[in-house]
């Protein structure tokens, strides 16, 4: 099968965010799904490994910021390619809270929702949670950012580089070796070994 078949699927990028015992954090998801309107429910799924996956876990709340065209890859970094467990993702940065007392982002983006945790399915690597969405707004009228225009407009393109082994097609983190190993965990953007590529 050619993997690249699964690129064609259109997605989103949000900021998923939870908080626990005073404390907040935020990372990068794309697979935020409407999955009924009447009850308002979506699904969304989370690498296991991610701090913000164990908080949602725990406390069965989240909110979800529809990032938009104008989002920065500076943002993008913040809540994707770096740890909650050992930063502080909201530190200096503009947030706002719901009423849940969850924080949502307003800027670069343009819809927040609320939702409360119905049901956990173990999906492997990920966590797929289905939600009752119990509160939102529009906050912008900006374009919603896709994943593709993600990739087209926004992530940097990857440099000329010496370095031979292989190179994630998600945040161009490269794994100098001969063989990858077929578990291997991408150590900034947590993606798998099917989501790299060999540099010659």
């Given at each position: 099968?050619?993997?690249?078949a699964?690129?064609k ?13 005073g ?11 409407q ?10 799924a989370?690498?296991k490994?991610?701090?913000?996956a ?20 500076e943002?993008?970094e913040?809540?994707?390619f770096?740890?909650?467990r050992?930063a ?6 503009p ?5 849940n ?5 307003r800027r670069?983006?343009n819809?927040?929702l ?5 049901t956990v ?6 966590l797929?949670f ?7 707004d529009v906050?912008?009228?900006d374009?919603?950012l ?7 407009n ?7 580089q010496?370095k031979?082994g292989w190179?994630c ?6 794994y100098e070796g ?6 291997f ?6 993606h798998?070994a ?6 010659e």
């Amino acid at each position: 099968m050619n993997d690249k078949a699964m690129f064609k699927i259109g997605y989103g990028l949000y900021i998923l965010t939870a908080s626990e015992n005073g404390r907040d954090n935020g990372c990068i998801v794309n697979t935020l799904v409407q999955v009924t309107s009447s009850p308002n429910r979506v699904t969304i799924a989370v690498n296991k490994a991610n701090y913000t996956a164990e908080m949602i876990s725990r406390t069965k709340a989240f909110n979800v910021s529809m990032l938009t065209v104008n989002a920065k890859m500076e943002t993008i970094e913040r809540f994707g390619f770096q740890s909650g467990r050992t930063a502080d993702k909201f530190e200096n940065f503009p947030f706002a809270r719901a009423a849940n007392g969850i924080p949502y982002v307003r800027r670069e983006c343009n819809a927040y929702l609320c939702c409360n945790v119905l049901t956990v399915t173990d999906l492997g690597t990920h966590l797929l949670f289905l939600a009752e969405v119990v509160d939102g707004d529009v906050t912008g009228e900006d374009e919603s950012l896709t994943y593709a225009y993600y990739h087209a407009n926004i992530k940097p393109k990857p440099q000329a580089q010496a370095k031979k082994g292989w190179r994630c097609t998600i945040c161009n983190y490269v794994y100098e070796g001969e063989e990858l190993p077929p578990d291997f965990i991408c150590p900034i953007c947590k993606h798998g070994a099917s989501d790299f590529e060999l540099q010659e």
